[in-house]
């Protein structure tokens, strides 16, 4: 398999098992977390919300991860500059969006919240790169 097309697979399977790990997950948190039942329910369930954020994340990391592709130009082939191209966008995106959540109050909820959102995509992130870098090493080495 060339290495354009490995990085593409790994960005479109990323995004698809992380998705419905994330999902998964969320629903548990949210099963084991609900409110009991009140007199008066309340007129809205903000759940939808949490679910729709993290999928447009999820989707927004891989969209990120597409600067992985320059890892294929010439000039960033080192093992260095292509870990950058794997993990620099995909993490500075991620401090960013950690900076705005700081102006909420963070608890224990939100720390899960946050995990659940991001631990799955990074797990399989890492878990292609290493891939990447083996396959690459032994096709130098033969």
């Known amino acids: 398999m060339s290495k354009n097309k490995y ?34 329910p309340r007129n809205c369930d903000m759940s939808g919300l949490v679910y729709g954020i993290t999928v447009f994340w999820i989707l927004f990391m891989s969209i990120v991860s597409f600067s992985s592709l320059l890892s294929l130009l010439q000039p960033f082939q080192s093992t260095v500059k292509s870990g950058l191209c794997w993990f620099f966008f995909p993490i500075l995106s991620l401090g960013y969006y950690l900076f705005q959540m700081v102006e909420l109050k963070i608890d224990g909820e939100m720390i899960l919240v946050f995990l659940i959102m991001n631990l799955p995509w990074f797990i399989l992130w890492i878990f292609y790169y290493t891939r990447l870098r083996t396959l690459h090493f032994n096709q130098k080495i033969q």
């Not at 479109?12 to 969320?26: C, E, F, G, P, Q």
């Not at 948190?29 to 409110?35: A, V, W």
């Open 7 to 40: 990085i593409l697979l790994s960005i479109l399977k990323t995004w698809l098992i992380s998705t419905v790990v994330s999902m998964i997950l969320l629903i548990v948190f949210m099963t084991l977390t609900r409110e009991p039942v009140r007199e008066h």
